[in-house]
């Protein structure tokens, strides 16, 4: 058993499980906030009523960020998994010699599993992204329109 090659096999899911671990700490930031906008919102909405069209609109578009969001988290957190537990079958592979054997594809297998859940996570981010610009810009116009 040689300690470094287990270090130097593990080097690339360790990369991944930082990575995923600080688009996670953004998202779920961001994710937060949505929360917290809503609850706000429904504030808003118990004592203002002329606001009413425009809170509502701004809820659906929250609510469908937060499950894109939460989607998203869902998939880093399923990423963070893969690459750990693909790190503990490749340190199996290695301390016990275990060659061409169900453990080494399940090592390879959970690493692409790692990146794929990765890309799927990002895609949900990339899309929440850009309907949180379209929300401002839907409610800036409507805040025009009530004004005038």
Not at 17 to 24: K, R
Not at 25 to 47: A, N, P
Not at 49 to 64: A, F, P
């Amino acid at each position: 058993m040689n300690i470094v090659e287990i270090l130097q096999a593990s080097l690339v899911p360790m990369v991944i499980v930082s990575a995923a671990a600080l688009l996670s700490l953004s998202l779920q930031q961001r994710y937060g906030r949505v929360i917290d906008r809503i609850r706000i919102f429904h504030e808003k909405l118990m004592k203002e009523r002329e606001w009413k069209g425009v809170i509502e609109g701004q809820m659906r578009i929250l609510i469908k960020r937060g499950k894109l969001l939460r989607n998203s988290i869902f998939f880093l957190m399923a990423c963070i998994l893969s690459a750990t537990l693909s790190i503990f079958f490749l340190s199996a592979v290695i301390v016990y010699g275990l060659e061409e054997t169900i453990t080494e594809k399940m090592v390879l297998w959970l690493h692409l599993f790692s990146i794929f859940f990765l890309s799927v996570s990002m895609i949900f981010a990339i899309v929440e992204i850009f309907i949180s610009y379209k929300a401002i810009l839907e409610e800036n116009e409507k805040i025009g329109k009530i004004q005038d």
